[in-house]
T-cell receptor, first 112, second 111 residues
């Protein structure tokens, strides 16, 4: 099993550009999460999904969108990149919301 | 406000030392997680606790619900234990899906 995979590992964007961060898991988990990690801060939940077709906002959703068309994939979309979105983004999944989460390796995004 | 505080922020130890990292939280919780973030960035879940104590190898996690406090202990520390250790809690009465994370404790174990 590959677990949770994320692409790309690194990306530099210019202000106003858009991009999609990819996340996939092969553990047949229903629950998937997107977090951002800023220097010196705890992880913050951006969006989460409880199953294919069902998504909801987390703590810091502004500037992001998600979709969940399959159990395996949970892409995160940045429409108009801003310097405040410079961060490391982690995708995670779990079998149910009370279980430990499995994390992907992260995507380091810089917006200049 | 629901908060998670970790101490210390940074910890340097010599190989073989006993390590303690602390986590305190502001209100009642339904579960507490300890995670390890490697220098390369990957995050791994170590423990999930709702009461008592759990042990895995040289790692021990304890929680005191009344005092709203948890500790992560590492016995016979080794340089490969060098990492950021993160505490995260699910507050009672809140969303089942939301974990609140501490800022992490950076542990460096020197040979």
């Amino acid at each position: 099993n590959a677990g949770v995979t994320q692409t790309p590992k690194f990306r530099i964007l210019k202000i106003g550009q858009s991009m999609t961060l990819q996340c996939a898991q092969d553990m047949n988990h229903n629950y998937m999460y997107w977090y951002r990690q800023d220097p010196g801060m705890g992880l913050k939940l951006i969006y989460y999904s409880v199953g294919a077709g069902i998504t909801d906002k987390g703590e810091v959703p502004n500037g992001y969108n998600v979709s969940r068309s399959t159990t395996e994939d949970f892409p995160l979309r940045l429409e108009l990149a801003a310097p405040s979105q410079t961060s490391v983004y982690f995708c995670a999944s779990s079998d149910n919301p009370l279980d430990p989460q499995f994390f992907g390796p992260g995507t380091r995004l810089t917006v200049l | 406000k629901n908060e998670v505080e970790q101490s210390p922020q940074n910890l340097t130890a010599q190989e073989g030392e006993f390590i303690t990292i602390n986590c305190s939280y502001s209100v009642g919780i339904s579960a507490l997680h300890w995670l390890q973030q490697h220098p390369g960035g990957g995050i791994v879940s170590l423990f999930m606790l709702s009461s008592g104590k759990k042990k895995h190898g040289r790692l021990i996690a304890t929680i005191n619900i009344q005092e709203k406090h948890s500790s992560l202990h590492i016995t016979a520390s080794h340089p490969r234990d060098s990492a950021v250790y993160i505490c995260a809690v699910r507050f009672s009465g809140g969303s089942n899906y939301k974990l609140t994370f501490g800022k992490g404790t950076l542990l460096t174990v020197n040979p």
